[in-house]
């Protein structure tokens, strides 16, 4: 079968590789559409000997399953949620409990985006956010689309948005944002107060620079909470004197909680969010080095990139 590898910096190749078996409370899944993470493009830019984990965002079709496995049958229609599953192949060894069923009514795209739709709801759930709530969401990527999605869904008082790139601007827009402010032209704080008249109750930080946190922590009300999702190899700059002035707290979120798999598919099926919104661009697996190239450029126009592994 034909996989890609990460073999150096801002390289990655498909190679061929052993098709996998599954063991006794495994499936194996011919995978159809695989998204191309952030965790993945920094992989692809900084190497760290992880490149097994790359492709966690996948759906597909069960075409064998172990002794063992219940609640899950050859032919049908799955979504994924296993690191290390190396989703950018043709077929991908996953745990028989880590498959949530795709209805009829979800495409295998969309299928795709349940992982990073869970990414979001998972840190909504762990973090605190209220029907009601104001909310400032830093960045405007595919996560920070998905979380606008999620909190207008959930009854988001007034949703302000921070992006510096015009695009990703327009789409904030587009999936619910109330109002968006451009960094370049306008202080954080300022677009806050006026969009809402005082500090939110909730932020989401999207963009993981040490400015994006610091401008999360200081339009954040006293004792609420920015959940950071944003991800960087580098360290960030947020003094002790910071953290002091604005008395909020700061909570991360595990990649995702399992047992929301199934409510994002849910989401997505009664067309509560819509999160194929995301996606603008799609390659077939052979174009991965085109696609890793396109998702790492600092001045790409790509949200959501899908790799096509299989066509059937």
């Known amino acids: 079968m034909r996989r890609a590898v990460i073999t150096g910096e801002r390289k990655i190749e498909v190679v061929d590789a052993a098709e996998p078996a599954p063991g006794p409370d495994e499936v194996k899944v011919r995978v159809h559409c695989c998204g191309v993470c952030g965790s993945d493009v920094l992989e692809y830019l900084y190497p760290t000997g992880f490149s097994d984990c790359l492709g966690h965002e996948f759906s597909g079709a069960v075409v064998e399953a ?3 496995v219940r609640g ?7 979504a994924v949620y296993a690191y290390g599953a190396r989703g950018f ?9 880590h498959v949530v069923r ?9 299928g795709a985006l349940v992982e990073p739709v869970t990414v979001v709801l998972t840190g909504l759930r762990h973090c605190g956010f209220r029907a009601g709530d104001s909310c400032f969401v830093s960045g405007c990527g595919s996560i920070g689309l998905i979380g606008i999605q999620l909190v207008r869904a959930f009854g988001a008082r007034k949703i302000v948005a921070c992006e510096p790139k015009r695009h990703r601007r327009e789409k904030a827009v587009e999936f619910g944002a109330d109002v968006v402010i451009d960094p ?3 202080s954080v704080e300022e677009g ?12 989401l930080d999207c963009a993981g620079t040490g400015a994006s946190i610091l401008a999360c922590a ?5 004792g609420r909470t920015v959940c950071v999702l944003g991800l960087t190899p580098e360290r960030l700059d947020v003094s002790s004197y910071d953290l002091f002035l604005n008395n909020v707290k700061f909570q991360g979120s595990t990649p995702y909680d399992f047992r929301l798999f199934e409510a994002s598919v849910g989401l997505i099926a009664e067309g509560k969010i819509d999160a194929m919104l995301v996606v603008t661009h799609r390659y077939p697996l052979e174009g991965i080095a085109e696609a890793f190239e396109l998702a790492a450029r600092a001045d790409t126009d790509a949200l959501k990139v899908l790799v096509w592994c299989s066509e059937s």
């Open 66 to 68: 172990g002794g063992n």
């Open 72 to 78: 899950v049958r050859v032919g049908e229609r799955v």
């Open 89 to 97: 192949s043709e077929y991908a060894v996953v745990n028989g409990e």
């Open 102 to 110: 795709l209805p009829d009514s979800v495409s295998f795209e969309a």
């Open 184 to 186: 370049s032209r306008e």
């Open 192 to 203: 806050v107060v006026r969009a809402v008249g005082d500090k939110v109750d909730f932020s």
């Open 218 to 222: 200081r339009v954040t009300r006293v």
